[in-house]
């Protein structure tokens, strides 16, 4: 075995080390190809606390190799400026898991531009929501403002 292998198995080992009893277990059934609803169903879990889980397990067990294949930074940061809090987790989430199949499938070239084409899909109705609520505060201002002189 060459150092870089030693290496990243040394890796490995300390990263699992760190993980909880449930973090190793939802890791054990992601790795055999489960998604999260399933691992949701199987343990009797919330969807949520299941991705929370696999959000904060996946830093730790990544590679290298596997850091530099995420999606597009920027496309992911715009879905984050404009989900609210309680959605953000769940649609990046699986917008990140679909992008590993397409990136096992196809490049990683490919695999970008899907998740930019998912994105831009998304970004239109999100703006329509985000005007919607901001009109409906100033309105809810205009009202106040006339309350209360």
């Known amino acids: ?5 030693q290496n990243e198995w040394i ?3 300390k990263a699992l080390t760190k993980l909880r009893p449930r973090q190793k277990e939802i890791l054990e059934l992601l790795a055999e190809g489960e998604t999260t609803k399933q691992i949701a169903l199987r343990l009797d879990l919330h969807l949520k606390t299941v991705r929370t889980y696999e959000s904060k397990t996946y830093p730790l067990v990544r ?3 596997t850091a530099t294949m995420r999606p597009p930074f920027n496309a992911e940061y715009v879905l984050y400026l404009l989900l609210r809090s309680e959605d953000r987790d769940a ?3 699986d917008l990140i898991q679909c992008y590993g199949k397409v990136l096992e499938r196809f490049n990683k070239r ?3 531009i899907w998740f930019y084409k998912q994105v831009a899909g ?3 109705p999100l ?3 985000a ?3 901001i009109g409906a505060l100033v309105w809810l201002g205009r009202i106040l403002r006339r309350l209360v002189s």
């Not at 075995?1 to 292998?5: I, S, V, W």
């Open 11 to 13: 890796r490995w080992e």
């Open 63 to 65: 590679s290298r190799r």
């Open 1 to 5: 075995m060459d150092k870089e292998k």
């Open 122 to 124: 998304s970004v239109l």
């Open 110 to 112: 490919r695999a970008d």
């Open 91 to 93: 649609v990046i989430g």
């Open 127 to 129: 703006l329509r929501q």
């Open 131 to 133: 005007t919607f609520r």
